[in-house]
């Protein structure tokens, strides 16, 4: 009993579940991220010109070598790339931006900790004056 006590307290306390949700989220959204490149970018880059490399290929000793199919994969990963980076990670830096610029514009007043804006002269909460630095 003792071996799947343990087992349970690891599950559910040594972050084994929020990794497990994680990965099983990252899946999912990966498919997301495919789809959207396969059936909306891909589209727009043939309108472009043929990028279609999969017929390339090399003969060498009797066994062929389709490079041509990696180039097609080589490419796939970077509209992916370039996707994820446009859609998800310019989007988080402005909002995380936007968030240090917000904490920036506030302080802690020192009589009762409550947030109030930089530029105040009292409290809002407590009504206890300060000295505004700069000013």
């Known amino acids: 009993m003792g071996l799947l006590r ?3 307290h690891y599950l559910f306390t040594a972050r084994a579940l ?3 949700i994680g990965v099983v989220i990252g899946v999912a959204f990966g498919t997301v991220i495919k789809s959207f490149v396969d059936n909306l970018v891909s589209p ?3 309108v472009i010109g043929n990028f279609d490399f999969s017929e390339l290929s090399v003969t060498l000793r009797g066994g062929e070598f389709f490079y041509g199919r990696f180039i097609n994969d080589v490419i796939a990963f970077l509209l992916v790339a370039v996707t994820v980076f446009l859609a ?3 989007p988080k830096r402005s909002y995380e931006a936007k ?4 904490a920036e514009s506030t302080v802690t007043c020192d009589a009762c ?3 109030i804006p930089a530029a105040a002269r009292r409290c809002a909460f407590c009504r206890e004056e300060r ?3 700069g000013v």
């Open 18 to 20: 929020d990794l497990a």
């Open 88 to 90: 998800v990670v310019r």
């Open 131 to 133: 000295t505004v630095v």
């Open 6 to 8: 343990d087992f349970r």
């Open 44 to 46: 727009l880059m043939s």
């Open 99 to 102: 968030l240090e610029e917000d």
């Open 113 to 115: 900790l409550s947030t």
